[in-house]
């Protein structure tokens, strides 16, 4: 359960926050001026702050600057009346995560919470790249014993003890976020924010006022002064995954900030100077995009500094058994159960398929495994029929009927497949697991193009952005 610290001296307020979060798995806890709230924070040690810049006795922004001196990662969000925007602000250059305006929009409180949270899981969790699987003393882990595996865990740790500009290369679901989390808990900066900007998943219009922030009177709508994730990031490390969906004009920008530090906000002409490490990562070939001038080639080269590329999971086979260890362990402590085993057979099915999706789609398929089977151990009937058919005589392989070429025959055959299953699984909610594990096989197929995807679906654009928010495939599809 995530813990919620609130610091505001209105009782209205605290009451909206008891109304908006009860019952939401989230622990409230509250405190009437900075002086309390700063008593509270090392006893409760809160995932995340939000108080309001004016208050009795110190205000927020002096607040904030005496945590910060104590804890430099507590994630924050400022509450300001209009009137105070200014000062929210220069909360947000302390490294505020972000600022709300009174009074607030529900729906946009409860995102942003979200949001913050998972930006403190992410800087709270630490990524662990020699992990062993006899001990449970990690959180998360890469897991690998095979040779391609150890070059990365050495290039994590070269990377770890100095400040260079990193790029990681790798298909989709090869775990290039870890790997960039793995390389920022162990650096200098493992004290300091870490904040990790999905590229492709921002539209290119706000891409920039999101990484470099905005002046008031920008353009329509930039009603006052924003602040961008670089200022926010200030003395960190930030994380810019999928970068090479990123536009020219953007890819100018952070060239900049890699080359002299300093960068300028949208409609602004004043230089801001930061202090930020910068990671990158990409399933693109860019070599590819510079030759076709879709990237910048100079700007590939200042982030080309240290280049890590993990290796598919079809090239490292060895390293299943460990993954498929880890993964029953995950889901077992998830679920207060044990851990099911799993049969030579599966297993050896699980080694031969060559995982498109790689490590995601793997664990996708060990926790469907886990809720399908009914026995204690996990059989080759209970995986995908795409990988358990290899399982049978090939005289007796199931056919799966072809959607492509489908008459009303094969919709029927189809069907009643699904229906028998649901008949089986009737404690699973089966036509939005269906839903969502088809718009994850369309994000696949795609590489995470959403125009693409929504095509092959049927769908607008705009209605599969609601469908991966509902189905919260986004945190899925980020870590890539």
Known sequence: MDKLLLIDDEVDVQYSFRRIFDGANIDLSTATSGEEGLKLIPKLKPDLVIMDVRMGGISGLETLRRLRQFNSKQMVIMMTAYGSTQTAIEAMKLGAYDYLLKPFDVPKLKQLVLDALKAARDMKQVVSYQPLLESEDYDLGIIGRSEPMQNVFKLIGQLAASDATALITGESGTGKELVARAIYNHSKRGDKAFLAINCAAIPDTLLESELFGYEKGAFTGAASQRIGKFEQCNGGTIFLDEIGDMTLPTQAKILRVLQNGTFERVGGNQPIRVDVRVIAATHQPLEKAVEARTFREDLFYRLNVVRVSIPPLRERPDDIPLLVSYFLKKFATEQNGSPKAISEKTLKLLQEFKWPGNVRELENVI??????????????????????????????????????????????????????????????????????????????????????????????????????????????????
């Open 367 to 480: 926790e469907r495994a886990t809720v399908v089977s009914k026995g204690e151990a996990i059989l080759p009937s209970d995986l995908p029929s795409e990988i358990s058919k290899s399982h049978f005589p090939a005289a007796a392989q199931p056919t799966t009927p072809s959607v492509a070429s489908a008459g009303s025959a094969d919709f029927a055959t189809i069907s009643r497949t699904l229906f028998n299953w649901a008949r089986d699984n009737s404690k699973l909610k089966v036509l939005p697991a269906i839903e969502r594990e088809l718009i994850i096989q369309a994000l696949l197929e795609t590489k995470g193009n959403q125009v693409q995807a929504a095509k092959i679906l049927g769908i607008t654009r705009a209605t599969l952005r609601k469908r991966i928010e509902k189905f919260q495939i986004k945190q899925e599809i980020a870590v890539t």
